[in-house]
């Protein structure tokens, strides 16, 4: 019996082109059809994808194959919480940092071909004041710039450093202690990126020694470097290296408190503003078919 995928697209994730007859040429010729059969749903109404991941896990459907970023990876695996459908992934989004994490082609007809012989794993999931991330949340200057990205009318790498730039002036630290019962951790930080996976995107390494399967959370404090401190601390970023301006925690959960209001983001995607976020992991929440 044929396993039944869905193939769900985000058309505008990663500035890069998707057509509904290419995308569907490209699946039916790298995907094994004597194995598969499939849908595809186009997602352009923000808010209607819920409803479709609803109906697909009451169905006899086995894995949902999100085809975009980590924003759009973020809404699919949201849905497959302890659910017995699978989530893969075909990465098209700008920085792809689960994808690269997992070890997966970037190019959409290897990544395809590559569900022919897929095997089943499990994933931990992040939570964040009761909302999940995959790869990395966090608070303060990237959530910062996810704000300032969202609003730009491209996407890709090169609008992001856009937006960094942009917002690197206004930023400073903030005072951010961190309180998981046993201990009390208070850190000065222009950001903090409270990662599952060891990557933002584009090989930039917030955590190089984190894992979605070991059962615990990376929390990484950054102080707002000096223009001259900037090439250093992009140099050992890119190689997953230590650096003085950055310090780094593991925990299962706790409190984080920040001295203000800071933006936070999920896998990229901007959310709110608070001042105190709860954080735990759901260990193996996931089901991966990658």
Known sequence: MKKKLLFVINPISGGKSKSRRGFRTLIESNLDLNQYDYDVYWWEQVNALPDELERFKQSDGYAVVAVGGDG?????????????KFLSIVPMGSG?????ELNLSLKPEESIRALNTAKEQRMDVGMANGRS??????????????????????????????????EFKSAYNYTIEVDNDDEV??????MLSIANGTQWGNDFFVAPDASYTDGALDLVFLK??????????????YRGKTHRLLSRIRIKSGQIRVNALVPTHYDGEPHNYVETIDIELLPGAVKLWI
Not at 72 to 84: C, E, F, G, P
Request: proline residues 4%; charged residues 15%.
């Open 72 to 84: 759009t990876i973020n809404v699919v695996a949201r849905a497959l919480i302890n659910s017995d």
């Open 96 to 100: 792809n940092g689960l994808a690269r």
């Open 133 to 166: 991330f995959v790869n990395v949340a966090g608070c303060g200057f990237d959530a910062q710039v996810s704000f300032a990205f969202a609003q730009l009318p491209g996407r890709g790498f090169w609008s992001y450093v856009k937006a960094v730039m942009s």
């Open 185 to 190: 951790w208070k850190k000065q930080a222009f």
């Open 224 to 237: 707002k470097p000096k223009l001259h401190q900037i090439p250093g601390l992009v140099r050992s970023l």
